[in-house]
């Protein structure tokens, strides 16, 4: 059972940045499997894919309505994904879930089994 724990979020204007941390613990997987990412649900609509990056080589998938204002990276020894969120609009906001699971190359899929409690981030024009 890997348990998530997330910080950051809060308050941001348009154009500003914030940075969100997530670290996992008791997780069983292999670097090679092991997988993490980002989720996040804005009000009234349906949790939208942020972000994944695979564990053994760091390689990243983004959503499109954050490529290239986005980045997400880790620190394996600390078991930790971060979300570097740059050029915030009003329309990122949304409370972020942080996710961890596998990474399948068959379907080029991530497959996410564990989440954490969510924190907000709000945006404001």
């Known amino acids: 059972q890997v348990q998530l724990f997330e910080s950051g979020g809060g308050l941001a204007q348009a154009g500003g940045s914030l940075r969100l941390s997530c670290a996992a613990s008791?997780?069983?997987?292999?670097?090679?499997?092991?997988?993490m990412g980002w989720y996040r649900q804005a009000p009234g609509k349906e949790r939208e894919f942020v972000t994944g990056i695979r564990w053994s080589s760091g390689r990243t998938t983004y959503g499109d309505n954050v490529q290239g204002r986005f980045t997400t990276s880790r620190d394996i020894a600390a078991d930790t994904v971060y979300l570097q969120m740059d050029n915030l609009e009003p329309g990122d906001t949304a409370v972020y879930y942080c996710?961890?699971?596998?990474?399948?190359?068959?379907?080029?899929?991530?497959?996410?089994?564990?989440w954490g409690q969510g924190t907000q981030v709000t945006v404001s024009s």
């Open positions: 996710a961890a699971g596998i990474y399948l190359p068959p379907r080029s899929e991530f497959e996410f089994k564990f």
């Open positions: 008791g997780r069983t997987y292999s670097n090679s499997a092991f997988a």
